[in-house]
């Protein structure tokens, strides 16, 4: 095995390599400064453990009875935060609430008053537990809890600081919705408590003024039992104001402030009820409705007397939270959270692309219905500008690559293991915390994972499978070499030591992280040269943090793969664990870079979590962070979802699952829908030589009918060929995957992908008439006997799109270098349709033959397209005209069917 | 082949088979490459009427009456009213005060005459209880009446005031009318055309319509009455009957008789044909421009030019079931001008143009429309089989098939009508279509659709224009 523990014990010791000299190194005046975030910017390398295998929600509460206690997670799923203490650590997240929520007596006010406080928002890291958290605190209201207050928070937990930081704002502002929502409900929970407790001191308070007046009656004015009664009385007189001052407060709730929220939240459901919040707080009229939902216990409410004593506070049991909020609200907040935890599933790199992604999508409003399905998340980014409540705006939205890096430098600066601080809101103070705070502690943690960089080079550069690598990645630490030792401070050294609690030597932190971003290097397409090899490391570092160049890697890296197995097994060996993590790890990592799950380990979470219960000093090792790192969130969801995406694993079952179509009517498409069919695509694409011809067909506009016996086999193919269909609506309204009836003309104008059934009954004679009289509009492709009847294609951009030789074998690879080529088609077509001089005379002499001349030579010459591929580029432009003119949904009379009079041929495998 | 055979001379093209022609799916000439389907009507739509430049009406069978916009497909107005469907429709023009104003009057079987306004969707008039439902309307623009001819023949003015009528025709009614000069009206009654002549009596809002002339040379029932310009008219009859009269002294010019060559057929295959040959001479209806005649035949097509009183070209078999109706296309305005010219000033002369630019558009039963173009013969020495029309300039002929008048034509006269392309859309019998020209062409038909054949190239263009109007307007994306 390369990479012994002997050799990783002798690194070690060897006093974070400051004594190792590099011969393969570079005098320092021939290095070009690293790039000053070093190579942790690398998204996969997190040199931190978790305990858990993906982020997750954590609601706690600062008990009055048993101090700080989780209440519930979200995903509720035991699996996911594992063996991590969420009592600790709820001890840590309780312990940092700087609201300043206090309910009492005021000096020189005769009621107590209730301070609505801000929530308070902080970050907070555990190295320990190799946690961190975005932590919302928040207050609620409780008669019975002492002074009225229930302290709560919510914590958004991951392994990835980084995440964190970066994902700030947008935490802040999806949790800020989640609070206001439990919050409001809570006013409404407590002013009904108010309420009933009103009833009772006035119940209690007419008893006992009957009592007293009996005595007074009996025994006199100035009995002892009189002026007991008296001043019990006079007790519960003032408990009665003082309560009602504060229903009065509850009620006096500025409720302004919390109306964009409300309406925020109102978009799912009813926004009518939700509305009305602010009335039945003010108790003005209250809503019948919401009167009826709360039950016959309320109108039944039958007032009891209140006891002088109250019962002793441990004695009490506390309202749950759903108890402490009305339950509609309850029920909203945990949607939102569940929203919140799905917007933020994945790792960094995953979220920032999905962000670029959406950035970049919106831009192109007028062409991304194309190709592009539209999903709720940005459905709702469009509400959220829309209502002008707390929006993302463009600074919070992906910056551009430079940007990121500098910004993820500042933010990274901003939070330190064990630190945590508060913050604000505004992006200003945020900027000019983080430059105070510019903590040595953050470069400590930075340097101590590059001081120790050398020593995992050693083990390296040992490495005979990795021979390409070697001498770029030495370039590269030698760099990081010297300058993590110029950083280094001993201060800092201190600090960190301070935090890992002395269980564990500082030297054993080895970020390995840095070992697997150099072998993925060397395949990213950016880095042909690699000689340069600090110009390379800069520019891994950028590209790491570029999500667009991310795609690309990950789709050329596949060859690459077993390399990088190999390496990670290698490193392994300085991790010290028995041979079966060895092999999770290593698919583990394996699973980023080609971002596909080996078929041994496919959801198995619970085998994940056999890797890391080891003991502390193994939890801290980074490569075990990193492998759980890697498999938080996405990848482990991509594992149960595409459970078959690789065509090796693929066996041809067609007739065992009946409806394969992941495109149900009625539901929207989304791109996991889409990425799924990729590999049926990839499938089809192998298997069919005339597969380009029948893309074409799509491309172009002409409707393409699989016809077939077997719904399965349709169903099948319906569904590979989905991803090819322009404009394919939110809802796939554009596919018919399944149709046992005759066609008619207005159906082709609706439909451009069918799947027909084949039927020998004289239904199937009627549609086999169909098929012959609208023979000019469609294509066949015939599922039974492997026929296509199409018109012939002899264009180059097809081939791209569907190469049967292609080396690419997994199914979402597949989808995304399909997606690429349709978004340069797209790309194209727009600009195509917004020359002017291509459309339209330029000057009034010209005739619109010289125009149509220009055009045919611009689609020759300036994209290369014969005809075939300009008929592709034609029929989008006539799309993007069209949903330019009349917007995407709305249509002026009914659509319009474009076609071309082209004859047909026959095409067999 | 198609085989028109003149006389009996050919003999046995019993054995011929009715073949369908096929066009391919290349048709570089065809220029409707985009089309739209406008679905509104719950019945067969049988009438189509161009309002004006952009809007058209239709009306069938469920009663309903829809004004569409052509350039967009956009439903306009929902004319409902009608019980029942719809018999006769007619557009009906009147000067406004900024521009012509359209009307629309529709007739129904309920025996109602309405007149809408396809601006607001008003019904602006209405008369019921007629004696009987109206079988066709014909506006005279010039004297600003309108005439319904249904079992008998009313005249109306545009308040609806019935003028004045004729008596009860034959059960058949009246199944066609046409405008002849000096007020004169030729009315197709069942085997007759009947002339009548509207006068207006000493106060002027009343007209007096009396009968002048009955026309009988058609031995069977009139399908199609067309005015070909000023000086003459044309009728054509259920077994193939063509005569061509003056307008002002009703003679017939022409007659055309096209046969077929039913006395030559083996017995069994006379009890085949039997049943449909009948309807396959009857002409179902004809179309002019200039000197030409086009006559839609059963499901043959025959192109006849009057001044040189020959016949021009023809397909036997056009279509694969019933020609509904044809429509001659002068390509080029230029070419229509000089025709309208020549005829007005009677002085035609013949030799000054070619038929090489005449198109024509069919429609069928058979769900499709067809476009022909009237093209030279590739080889003057394959006449075919030049004339199997037989040609009597006056009178009664002899029916005797058999007996043929041959009167070949002249070779290079002889032209064929090509198929350029078809448009396949509707999966039932075409009933009507109206041309916008370059707007496009409209056809209705069995199958409750309406379809807007469209120009592609000519679309794309106007919404390019559009695009960029559209973007000036917004100032960029």
């Not at chain 1, 990795?466 to 800092?492: I, M, R, Y």
């Not at chain 2, 296309?329 to 002369?349: C, E, H, M, R, W």
Request: aromatic share 8%; charged share 25%; hydrophobic share 35%.
């Amino acid at each position: 095995m390369i990479g012994s523990p002997d050799l990783v014990a002798f690194t070690k010791d060897d006093a974070f390599g400051q004594t190792y000299v590099d011969p393969w190194s570079i005098p320092e005046e021939f290095s070009v400064p690293l790039y000053m975030h070093d190579g942790n910017a690398n998204p996969w390398s997190k040199a931190n453990c978790a305990k858990f295998s993906k982020d997750f929600i954590l609601i706690s509460e600062f008990s009055e009875q048993v101090g700080p206690q989780p209440l519930l997670t979200i995903p509720d799923d035991p699996e996911i935060f594992g063996t991590f203490d969420l009592n600790y650590f709820s001890l840590r997240i309780m312990s940092v609430d700087y609201q300043a929520s206090f309910v009492g007596h005021l000096p020189g006010c005769g009621y107590p008053k209730i301070n609505f406080v801000e929530d308070s928002k902080v970050v907070l890291g555990d190295s320990k537990e190799g946690a961190f958290a975005y932590v919302h605190h928040l207050t609620l209201y409780d008669l019975e809890a002492r002074g009225f207050v229930r302290p709560f928070c919510m914590a958004y937990i991951s392994s990835d600081e980084k995440k964190i930081m970066q994902q700030l704002q947008e935490l802040s502002s999806e949790f800020s919705k989640a609070s206001e929502s439990l919050k409001a409900g809570n006013r409404k929970a407590f002013a009904d408590e108010l309420e009933k407790k009103l009833k009772d001191l006035e119940y209690t308070r007419a008893v006992l003024h009957k009592e007293a007046e009996r005595q007074k009656m009996n025994d006199g004015c100035y009995s002892t039992q009189a002026i007991e009664k008296a001043n019990e009385l006079a007790n519960v007189e003032k408990s009665f104001y003082e309560h009602k001052d504060l229903l009065k407060q509850v009620t006096s709730y500025p409720n302004r402030r919390t109306r964009s929220f409300d309406f925020l939240l109102s978009e799912s459901d009813t926004p009518a009820d939700l509305m009305d919040v602010d009335k039945i707080l003010d108790r003005v009229s209250p809503d019948p409705g919401m009167e009826n939902r709360r039950g016959e216990c309320k109108l039944s409410y039958t007032p009891q007397l209140i006891k002088a004593k109250p019962a002793k506070c441990f004695d009490k049991r506390l309202k749950t939270l759903e108890e402490l909020c009305d339950i509609y609200f309850f029920h909203q907040t945990m949607d939102q959270l569940r929203l919140i935890e799905d917007i933020f599933r994945g790792d960094l790199c995953y979220i920032y692309n999905r962000q670029i992604d959406e950035f970049l999508l919106k831009k192109q409003k007028t062409s991304n219905f194309l190709f592009e399905e539209k999903d709720d998340w940005q459905k709702e980014e469009v509400a959220k500008e829309f209502c002008g409540g707390n929006q993302i705006s463009d600074n919070t939205l992906p910056p551009s690559i430079s940007d990121l890096s500098c910004k993820l430098q500042t933010l990274e600066t901003c939070v330190s293991s064990e630190e945590s601080l508060v913050i604000n809101r505004e992006p200003e103070t945020e900027e000019g915390i983080q430059d105070t705070e510019s903590s040595p502690c953050d470069l400590t943690q930075e340097n101590s994972d590059e001081s120790t960089c050398a020593e995992i080079k050693g083990n390296l550069s040992s490495a005979d499978s990795a021979e390409t690598n070697k001498d770029q990645f030495d370039v590269q630490t030698c760099v990081v070499e010297s300058k993590s030792f110029t950083n280094l401070q001993p201060p800092c050294l201190e600090l960190q030591i301070c935090r890992t609690d002395g269980e564990k030597p500082f030297d054993e932190i080895s970020p390995v992280d840095f070992v697997v971003a150099a072998p993925t290097r060397p395949s990213h397409p950016g880095n042909a040269s690699l000689e340069d090899g600090v110009d390379a490391v800069n520019k891994e570092i950028l590209s790491a943090q570029d999500p667009d160049s991310n795609y690309g890697s990950i789709y050329e890296i596949e060859p690459f793969a077993h390399g990088d197995a190999s390496c990670c097994l290698r490193q392994e060996g300085l991790l010290d664990i028995d041979p079966l993590p060895h092999t999770a790890s290593g698919s583990c990592v394996e699973n980023v870079v080609k971002q596909e799950p080996p078929s041994c380990l496919q959801g198995d979470p619970g085998r994940l979590m056999n890797f890391t219960p080891n003991g502390g000093t193994l939890l801290e090792s980074p490569a075990a962070g990193l492998s759980l790192d890697l498999n938080t969130d996405e990848v482990s969801r991509r594992n149960a979802d595409d459970a078959s995406d690789t065509i090796s694993c693929f066996s041809v079952s067609t007739s065992s699952d009946r409806a394969p179509s992941p495109f149900p009517h009625g539901g929207p498409v989304t791109v996991k829908q889409k990425r799924k069919a990729g590999l049926s695509a990839l499938k089809f694409v192998r298997q069919y030589p005339f597969a380009q011809q029948a893309i074409f067909s799509l491309l172009s506009g002409r409707t393409l009918v699989v016809l077939g016996v077997d719904e399965a086999t349709v169903r099948k193919l319906v569904n590979a060929l989905t991803i090819f269909v322009p404009n394919l609506g939110k809802y796939g309204e554009r596919v018919q995957p399944w149709l046992t009836t005759s066609f008619q003309l207005a159906d082709l104008l609706n439909w451009k992908l069918i799947g027909l059934q084949r039927m020998s009954s004289p239904t199937g004679s009627s549609m086999l008439h169909s098929l012959n009289r609208y023979s000019r509009y469609i294509s066949v492709l015939d599922a039974d006997h492997k026929t296509l009847r199409c018109p012939p294609y002899r264009g180059s951009l097809v081939a791209r799109l569907a190469d049967h030789r292609t080396q690419i074998k997994c199914g979402c690879t597949y989808y995304t270098h399909v997606q690429s080529v349709l978004t340069e088609l797209t790309s194209k077509a727009f600009l195509y349709t917004f020359c002017y001089h291509l459309h339209l005379p330029i000057s009034p002499t010209e005739d619109p033959n010289t125009v149509a001349l220009r055009r045919a030579d611009f689609l020759h010459h300036h994209f290369g397209y014969g005809k075939e591929d300009s008929r592709i580029v034609q029929f989008l432009s006539e799309l993007i005209k069209d949903s330019y003119l009349h917007g995407p949904d709305k249509e002026v009379g009914p659509p319009v069917f474009c076609f071309n009079y082209v004859s047909s041929l026959t095409f067999r495998i | 082949m198609l085989r028109w055979i003149l006389g009996g001379r050919e003999t046995q093209g019993a054995v011929e088979k009715n073949t369908v022609l096929v066009i391919g799916d290349e048709q570089p000439k065809n220029v409707y490459t985009e089309l739209q389907v406008l679905k509104g009507h719950f019945d067969i739509v049988r009438f189509l009427v161009q309002i004006d430049n952009f809007r058209f009406a239709s009306g069938g069978d469920d009663g309903l009456v829809l004004v569409w916009n052509v350039e967009t497909g956009e439903r306009l107005q929902e004319l409902r009213g009608h019980s029942q469907q719809i018999t006769a429709m007619a557009a009906y023009s009147r000067p406004g005060r900024w521009a012509p104003h359209t009307d629309l009057l529709t007739a129904s079987s309920d025996r109602t005459l309405s007149m809408w306004d396809p601006d607001t969707g008003n019904r602006v008039q209405t008369v019921s209880d007629l004696q009987s439902s109206v079988k066709c309307l014909l506006v005279l623009g010039q004297l600003s009446l309108w005439i319904s001819g249904g079992n008998e023949m009313c005249v109306w003015n545009r308040n609806f005031d019935l003028l004045c009528r004729t008596d009860h025709h034959s059960d058949a009614g009246i199944a066609a009318m046409v405008e002849l000069p000096k007020n004169c009206i030729a009315a197709a009654v069942d085997k007759e055309i009947v002339i009548y002549r509207l006068s207006s009596v000493a106060n002027e809002a009343d007209m007096v319509v009396t009968e002048v002339r009955r026309l009988t040379d058609h031995r069977d029932s009139i399908r199609a009455l067309i005015t070909i310009n000023d000086q003459l008219f044309a009728s054509g009859s259920h077994i193939g009957e063509l005569i061509v009269w003056h307008s002002l002294d009703w003679t017939p010019q022409v007659f055309e008789c096209i046969l077929w060559d039913h006395p030559h057929v083996s017995p069994q295959e006379e009890i085949k044909l039997g049943g449909q040959k009948q309807s396959e001479m009857s002409i179902h209806h004809m179309a002019s421009v200039g000197e030409f005649i086009a006559a839609a035949v059963g499901s043959g097509l025959y192109i006849y030019n009057i001044l040189t009183r020959s016949v021009v070209a023809y397909r036997k078999t056009a279509h694969d079931s019933n020609i509904r109706q044809i429509l001659l296309l002068p390509d080029g305005t230029f070419a229509k001008t000089t025709y309208g010219q020549n005829i007005a000033s009677g002085t035609v002369k013949l030799g000054s143009f070619s038929h090489s630019f005449l198109q024509l558009m069919s429609c069928s039963e058979d769900g499709s429309v067809r476009i022909w173009e009237l093209q030279d013969l590739p080889l003057p020495a394959e006449p075919a089989s030049a004339g199997f029309f037989g040609m009597w300039s006056f009178g009664r002929t002899s029916k005797q098939a058999s007996q043929p008048v041959k009167k070949v034509q002249e070779a290079p006269a002889l032209c064929t009508l090509e198929l350029i392309g078809d448009l396949i859309g509707h999966s039932g019998a075409i009933q009507m279509f109206i041309n916008f020209t370059d707007r496009g062409l409209v056809s209705c038909s069995t199958d409750h659709l309406i379809i807007i054949w469209k120009n592609g190239e000519r679309e794309s263009r106007l919404r390019s224009s559009s695009l960029f109007h559209k973007l000036d307007q917004n100032g960029g994306l």
